[in-house]
């Protein structure tokens, strides 16, 4: 059973400073990953998607890392923003008894102070 | 090319109430997956339906049913409304054998 768990649960750092958060889970057989940005209310907006074959994306400031193998990934964001305070998900995709689905985890609260 | 959508976009309905949302895929998708997602929490699988039938559930009671149309709409129900359902409800599709969903706005259900 794939569990996905987020560290920290909740950040809070002033503008401009570079930050990773960390994702992990428990069966690597996944096709792929996907980071999601929610702000307070709305629905998900997908920022970066890993293909299982790949080790890393970017996009803009962010760079997300994928490694299987041991069931981890990365959300680095350079610089900060203010508008960069949200809520951040991680969501590997697997195929499960017939069915593909994606997992979530419960997020990292990201907070940029001005 | 619209993207995924759904409907309504907020919702109030009182304890044991039943209450209809609905979803449209992407174009060319023909699969549609449900999410329920609780305050605080990250999004939990309902069900997915592919060629107008549940191919998998998740950890839900049978109060939570879909039904998917032939032009690959789909409609999650839930009859005798608790509390405990108030939640944002997400509706993702994707082509069957592809490995990308995509996700709607969602539904905001608020019960009293």
């Known amino acids: 059973k794939q569990e996905v768990t987020q560290i920290p649960a909740a950040l809070s750092v002033p503008e401009g400073e570079n930050l990773v958060l960390n994702c992990s889970f428990t069966?690597?057989?996944?096709?792929?990953l996907q980071w999601f940005r929610q702000d307070p209310g709305k629905g998900l907006t997908s920022l970066l998607l890993?293909?299982?074959?790949?080790r890393e994306q970017t996009s803009g400031r962010l760079n997300a890392s994928l490694d299987k193998s041991s069931g981890r990934s990365t959300l680095y964001i350079a610089a900060s923003q203010p508008g960069d305070s949200a809520t951040y998900l991680c969501?590997?995709?697997?195929?499960?008894?017939?069915?593909?689905?994606?997992?979530f985890g419960s997020g990292t609260r990201l907070s940029i102070r001005p | 090319d619209a993207g995924v959508t759904q409907s309504p976009t907020h919702l109030i309905k009182t304890r044991g109430q039943q209450v209809t949302l609905r979803c449209s895929p992407k174009?060319?998708?023909?699969?549609v997956s449900w999410y329920q997602q609780a305050l605080g929490q990250g999004p939990q699988f309902i069900f997915q339906?592919?060629?107008?039938?549940?191919?998998q559930r998740g950890n839900f009671p049978d109060r939570f049913s879909g039904h998917q149309f032939p032009n690959y709409s789909s409609e999650l129900n839930v009859n005798a409304l608790l509390l405990g359902d108030s939640a944002l409800y997400l509706c993702?599709?994707?082509?069957?054998?592809?490995?990308?969903?995509?996700f709607g706005p969602g539904t905001r259900l608020t019960v009293l």
């Open positions: 969501a590997p995709l697997g195929w499960y008894s017939s069915a593909s689905k994606i997992i």
């Open positions: 069966d690597s057989a996944i096709y792929n």
């Open positions: 890993i293909q299982s074959s790949q």
């Open positions: 174009s060319g998708h023909d699969t």
């Open positions: 339906y592919y060629e107008e039938e549940e191919r």
């Open positions: 993702a599709s994707m082509t069957s054998g592809e490995d990308t969903q995509y």
